[in-house]
């Protein structure tokens, strides 16, 4: 999954290049379908939001969609459950020939940026209070975003083995 935080920052890098010119900035966005970005506000969505189900473990990964669709960049600076003791940002990444996980403390979204949080990449880490999950049971996340607002996602419980 690193390829798709690589597209990302090229995607970013490429809307940056093109304000010089604003028209070309305005031809950017609707190439890049960010026009939501050009309304006013901040509005974070998250979609897709499930977590793998590992029988019997008492930590488990969160993953979403995030997307972005407000006119100022956003961060998410923290995550909860109340299902967790604690909950993290972290990143996957091929160390050495192997897979390692470190943590990833913020996630950056530019206006309209959309950011996948997905398996062998970035999730979000759970630390259980009991390994009590079941397939189907919804997990309540919030994310704590830098502007002070909370943004509350309901995540599915996948079985072992989803992708
Ligand atoms: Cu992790």
Redesign the pocket.
């Known amino acids: 999954m690193l390829r798709v935080a690589t597209g990302q920052w090229s995607r970013r890098a490429i809307t940056h290049r093109s304000r010089p010119s604003r028209l070309r900035h305005l031809a950017a966005c609707l190439l890049l379908g960010c026009a939501a970005a050009l309304a006013q506000g901040s509005a974070l969505t998250a979609t897709d939001a499930w977590v793998r189900f590992t029988p019997g473990v008492d930590?488990a990964?969160a993953y979403l969609t995030l997307h972005n669709g407000g006119a100022r960049a956003l961060t998410v600076t923290a995550v909860s459950s109340p299902l967790a003791s604690s909950a993290?940002i972290?990143e996957?990444r091929m160390v050495n020939g192997e897979s390692a996980?470190r943590p990833h403390e913020q996630l950056h979204l530019a206006p309209g940026e959309t950011l996948r949080l997905a398996p062998g990449g970035l999730?979000i880490?759970l630390h259980l209070k009991a390994p009590t999950l079941k397939p189907g049971q919804e997990v309540p996340l919030a994310l704590q975003l830098q502007d002070g607002t909370t943004l509350a996602v309901t995540a599915r419980v996948r079985p072992l083995g989803a992708g």
């Open positions: 930590v990964a993290m972290h996957t996980m999730h880490m």
